[in-house]
């Protein structure tokens, strides 16, 4: 069970094994995309007949495009083409999101990032965004420059909440997955992170809607939470 008190990161769990690699979430852990989704999403389910209330739609944060549109049309008994219903949707995502004057990643985020990169720790991003979608974001945040290993749910057999997209990640850096830690927004990518056997930080978003995260080793709120923390992680990199 997650816990908010800071004390929980000095306790051994963050100790053992030693942490070599974040892995991290994007939309709604490097920026608060989620809402500029919704809208989009529930334009993309209008356009296809479908009433998708607030509740539904939450539990979908964190599923790639397809397993979202697939779990809608089944849901909904609707019968559409998945190769139109994706190009439609990712044609206006990338609009909107290519037009959009203020994608900046959250605050506090860039130093958390430079000091796990200065103290030697790998970093990954694994998203269920297209690819497309990641590299536009990272590069209009400026995040780009940290990250050599991205993945993109659309690039894995099993999209979260299944773990494949972060052993992908894992692999890539070649970093045991006992020795990752990944921090997440949505309940699908803390029970996929747990599932790849990874220590798992949760970050409670409200942007990112109802998420339960109580399967996450530690929940925050935001990164100067874990700024905080530094000195009780047990950096462990390997020379
Ligand atoms: O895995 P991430 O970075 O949280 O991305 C998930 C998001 O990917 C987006 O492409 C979807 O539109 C969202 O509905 C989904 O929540």
Avoid at 107 to 123: F, M, P, Y
Avoid at 188 to 210: D, E, T, W, Y
Wanted: charged share 25%; aromatic share 6%.
């Amino acid at each position: 069970m997650a816990s908010k008190h800071l004390n929980n990161a000095s306790s051994s769990l963050w100790q053992d094994p030693p942490i070599q690699a974040v892995i991290f979430d994007m939309d709604g852990v490097l920026i608060d995309s989620e809402p500029i989704y919704f809208e989009i999403e529930k334009s993309s389910f209008q356009h296809l007949g479908a009433t998708v209330e607030e509740t539904e739609h939450h539990t979908y944060v964190g599923v790639t495009l397809e397993s979202m549109f697939q779990q809608v049309m089944d849901k909904h008994k609707l019968d559409h083409v998945m190769e139109e219903v994706l190009a439609f949707h990712k044609d206006n995502v990338m609009k909107v999101m290519q037009d959009h004057k203020e994608l900046q990643a959250f605050d506090h985020v860039e130093q958390w990032i430079e000091w796990l990169s200065a103290s030697g720790i790998k970093l990954a991003v694994a998203s269920s965004s297209p690819r497309s979608l990641i590299e536009l974001i990272l590069e209009r945040t400026g995040l780009r420059r940290f990250f050599t290993v991205m993945v993109s749910g659309e690039e894995v057999a099993h999209g979260k909440p299944a773990p494949d997209i972060f052993l992908h990640a894992a692999s890539l850096l070649q970093v045991e997955p006992q020795h990752c830690v990944v921090i997440e927004d949505s309940r699908n990518g803390v029970r996929a992170a747990k599932l790849a056997g990874m220590r798992c930080i949760g970050h409670q978003n409200p942007g990112s809607g109802n998420q339960d995260l109580s399967e996450a080793d530690m929940i925050v709120d935001h990164y100067a939470e874990l700024l905080e923390l530094r000195d009780s992680f047990h950096i462990g990199v390997r020379l």
